[in-house]
């Protein structure tokens, strides 16, 4: 990810599921393909197998996985959940990490939940009021839960369950369950925001379920398929059954994933993250025809976009900007990680002999709150002649309400400074002067679409556009401190 992007996105989560069909101990699978999606959270992790509470840790693996080592060895399971964490709705505490367990054991049919994504309280809580349900400190997650707890035990089926709740569904979700049942469930909502992925592990004759297929790819497995948004899968060792809760023809995949999220290995309907960068990089060279001297792109998913840039454009392309991998956590993605802006700044280290006297193309892949643009810009970009400002994402003007952290619209830089101007030109103009840059040229919505190589119906824009049409109710504009409520 870009570093700059640090005081503006903070992203959801990642989930893992897996199901040993000749009964071998998964559990060191499922922490490997933690760690691949370690990208997707760093607050807290955790895994789930039958007969024993869900095991739970904050801050990343690496951090706690020697001194957990013999705590780990000791779960044995051919069916797990795991999941990565950070919170875009209630407190980050031990206690809201995931896998989730809903029901009483052992006298009591239940199952333990991982979640990816964000969804509306409020009409989860209106679902759940004639069971006499308080919402009060249950995050969107347990909610869920409890709400599909409740339609398994009036005798629905999985599939039955998820169709009764999903009109209260307002939002995304990609879910891992792990039943009392030792069975795996996998679903996806409606529209498809939040990626999943289906894959296959000859060696263990395991179904594999995961955000992203960097998970699949790190156990050597092989990606199967996305899972289809409103698709439910139910697996057990009778083998996977597939079924649909919803069927959307219009799908609302979230761009986000492609231009800074996703791991670049990763394939996302059907569609590699790496290349669809390198493509957006190439898109904005024929928008933005610049003079310079140097393209440079803002570690590290700002990368393929430069080097897009510079084949198209024949300017070369520069490490100008490096992270400082050597400090303490400097090699993670510290967007995700809770801290100051100020530290995340000092890990970023420009190439004098590359920037200084040079009219500098600089790429990244977003601009949310700014601030970190501007001291970047001021302080470790100072020696540059000149700096032009290209962003592979359209402005972001609008709170986000499936899955991202910015969920006011007070806090966008973009709204700030034009509010309620359209004009694309205007608004470069205006935020560049802000930033500080000589030029500043965002993307385009045509230009977005068509370097992800998914048409403008089939992405979520609703954080641009302020077109919220793809969820089931506008939602209403929240401060930070009621989401963590």
């Known amino acids: 990810m870009s570093l700059m992007i640090e005081d503006r996105i903070q992203e959801h989560c990642g989930v893992i599921g897996i199901f040993s069909f000749n009964e071998q101990n998964i559990v060191s699978m499922l922490v490997l393909g933690l760690e691949a999606l370690q990208h997707r959270g760093q607050e807290s992790w955790g895994i789930s197998i039958p007969g024993v509470p869900p095991f739970k840790r904050a801050g990343i693996i690496s951090q706690s996985i020697e001194k957990e080592a013999k705590n780990i060895s000791r779960l044995k399971g051919a069916v797990g959940i795991g999941h990565v964490r950070y919170s875009t709705t209630a407190r980050s505490t031990l206690r809201n990490a995931h896998p989730i367990r809903i029901g009483s054991p052992p006298h009591e049919y239940g199952f333990c939940i991982a979640h990816n994504g964000t969804l509306e309280r409020e009409l989860l809580a209106e679902y759940l009021s004639e069971e006499g349900f308080s919402s009060k400190g249950k995050t969107d997650t347990e909610l869920m839960g409890l709400a599909l707890y409740k339609n398994i035990k009036n005798g629905r089926g999985w599939a039955e369950s998820f169709k009764e709740l999903n009109p209260y569904l307002n939002g995304s979700f990609s879910v891992v369950i792990l039943t009392d049942k030792n069975e ?40 199967i398929r996305d899972i289809e948004p409103g698709e439910i899968i139910r697996i057990n060792k009778n083998g996977l059954i597939s079924e649909r809760f919803s069927e959307q023809k219009r799908h609302a995949h979230c761009p986000f994933e492609y231009t800074y999220f996703a791991n670049p290995s990763s394939r996302i309907e059907g569609i590699n993250v790496y290349s669809a960068r390198k493509n957006i990089g190439r898109v904005l060279a024929e928008i933005y025809p610049l003079d310079g001297d140097v393209v440079v792109p803002v570690p590290d998913s700002a990368r393929p976009a430069a080097l897009g840039y510079s084949e198209k454009s024949g300017i070369p392309f520069e490490e100008g900007l490096m992270k400082d991998r050597y400090r303490r956590k400097g090699s993670w993605r510290s967007f995700i990680e809770p ?3 100020e530290e995340v700044i000092s890990n970023i280290l420009a190439i004098e002999d590359v920037v200084k006297g040079k009219r500098v193309i600089l790429i990244d892949d977003s ?11 001021k302080n470790k970009l100072k020696p540059a002649k000149e700096v032009s400002f290209l962003v592979t994402f359209p402005p972001v003007m609008y709170p986000c309400y499936a899955g991202i952290d910015f969920p006011t619209q007070k806090e966008l830089l973009a709204y700030r400074v034009c509010r309620d101007i359209k004009d694309l030109e205007e608004i470069n103009k205006r935020v560049a002067k802000h930033i500080g840059v000589s030029f500043l040229g965002y993307n385009s919505v045509e230009g977005l679409s068509r370097g992800i190589g998914l048409p403008i119906s089939e992405i979520c824009l609703s954080c641009t556009t302020g077109d919220y049409s793809c969820m089931r109710r506008k939602p209403k504009f929240k401060t930070r401190k009621e989401m963590k409520e």
């Open 184 to 223: 795996l469930i996998a679903a996806r909502d409606e529209r498809g925001f939040r990626p999943l992925c289906l894959g296959w592990h000859e060696e263990t004759s395991s179904y594999i379920v995961a955000s992203e297929s960097c998970a699949l790819d790190v156990l050597g497995a092989k990606l």
């Open 367 to 377: 601009i949310i709150r700014g601030t970190s643009s501007r001291i970047i810009i």
């Open 339 to 341: 801290k100051k802006r």
